[in-house]
């Protein structure tokens, strides 16, 4: 859906936090519209959770670096110190602020201003400058809640589960590229894979620093992004594999039978992905243990040459990696769901 899109969203809810903190603080009269505006430009993300992080971190950097830069500058005429004391003692303390805790970052705007052009009146200059940037950063929290709103817990489940369907459209290319003599795929050529799975990366590193659908926090979908992290580690693997020279006999022979393989693997992933994005743990299977058992009959008992059985030997143990890390997702998914040691895998045929 088009309105879905980042491209869409994101300028749509930007445009509604700017105008609400314009139109809000035009109507009460409150000056330093301009730093309303700016602070509801800049907090404004992809998620609701990323959005309420954002303003929430630049309301309290701004009140760290108000609470700097009026000190330092009251502290300076105290003392008779020049300007330049005064903007080298705040800019710095911000700079240390935000090296140490990055979500003070906001603190050497505030800081930075107040010391280098502070208002006659520097408590109430600083007072108008604080409740302007509380002002915009609320209006990019109510634009996050009501135009086009996306929860990063949500986004971040249908993308692990679009990035597990790449990756088994993957497997299945893979085998069957083996099959014909061709080329094998690479993560490269599925621009969707890498899509999906920085999307999914970026939904939990938004959703994880505050919890509000989620009070508990959604402790199942954290286990699922770092477990499917870890099956990402077998793509390389894969990559390095494809890399090697087949003969044909080496294709004739495993072909059908690595293709068994990725299909009952590309059955459960399609598995997966659905109870990911319903939070149904029911029809779950690991791989399939006979066309695994016929891909190892088929390398005991093939007519290679020793360089040939170097080779196959390399393939079969790149794809008993994939169903190891598969199977591990699978039986922690269903043992998570369920309270307790997984239920007995029911192996496809």
Same mark, same amino acid.
């Given at each position: ?6 491209? $869409? ?28 505006? =700016?602070?509801?430009?800049? $907090?404004?993300?992809?998620?609701? !959770? &990323? ?9 309290? &950097? +701004? ?6 830069? $009026? %000190? ?16 080298? +003692?705040?800019? &710095? ?51 996050? =809640? ?34 014909? %003599?061709? *080329? ?6 599925? /621009? ?43 793509? *390389? ?52 243990? !006979? /066309? ?7 390398? !005991?008992?093939?007519? =290679? ?45």
């Amino acid at each position: 859906m088009l309105l879905g899109r980042d491209g $869409v969203r994101l300028p749509l809810q930007t445009v509604g936090a700017v105008l609400l903190a314009y139109a809000w603080m035009t109507w009460q009269r409150m000056p330093d519209v301009a730093w309303g505006a =700016f602070s509801a430009l800049f $907090v404004v993300r992809a998620t609701i !959770e &990323g959005t309420v992080t954002e303003a929430i971190a630049r309301i309290v &950097g +701004a009140m760290a670096g108000v609470a700097l830069g $009026v %000190g330092v500058v009251l502290l300076a005429a105290a003392m008779n110190l020049s300007i330049a004391w005064s903007i080298v +003692a705040s800019v &710095g303390a911000a700079a240390f602020m935000s090296i140490r805790w990055p979500w003070l970052g906001y603190s050497l705007v505030t800081a930075t201003i107040l010391t280098v052009a502070p208002d006659d009146d520097i408590l109430a200059g600083a007072a108008s400058k604080t409740l302007a940037i509380c002002v915009g950063s609320t209006s990019g929290i109510l634009a996050a =809640f009501t135009v086009l709103p996306l929860w990063a817990r949500a986004s971040m489940r249908y993308n692990m589960a679009a990035s597990l369907e790449s990756y088994g459209e993957l497997l299945v290319d893979w085998a069957g590229a083996l099959g014909q %003599g061709r *080329p094998r795929p690479r993560e490269q050529d599925k /621009p969707a894979l890498a899509r999906a799975r920085w999307r999914a990366a970026s939904m939990a590193c938004q959703a994880r620093p505050l919890r509000l659908r989620y009070p508990r926090g959604d402790r199942e979908a954290d286990w699922l992004h770092e477990r499917i992290e870890q099956l990402w580690l077998t793509v *390389p693997l894969l990559e390095r594999v494809g890399r090697l020279t087949l003969t044909d006999n080496v294709c004739n022979r495993l072909g059908a039978s690595l293709d068994e393989v990725a299909r009952a693997a590309r059955r459960q992933i399609d598995a997966l992905a659905r109870a990911i994005r319903e939070k149904n743990g029911q029809g779950l299977a690991c791989p399939a243990t !006979e /066309p695994l058992a016929r891909l190892a009959q088929a390398i !005991e008992h093939g007519a =290679f040459s020793p360089a040939e059985r170097e080779t196959v030997a390399l393939i079969a143990w790149a794809w008993r990696e994939v169903t190891r890390e598969l199977d591990a997702v699978c039986q922690g998914l269903e043992a998570r769901r369920h309270g307790g040691p997984s239920s007995p895998i029911q192996h496809r045929r």
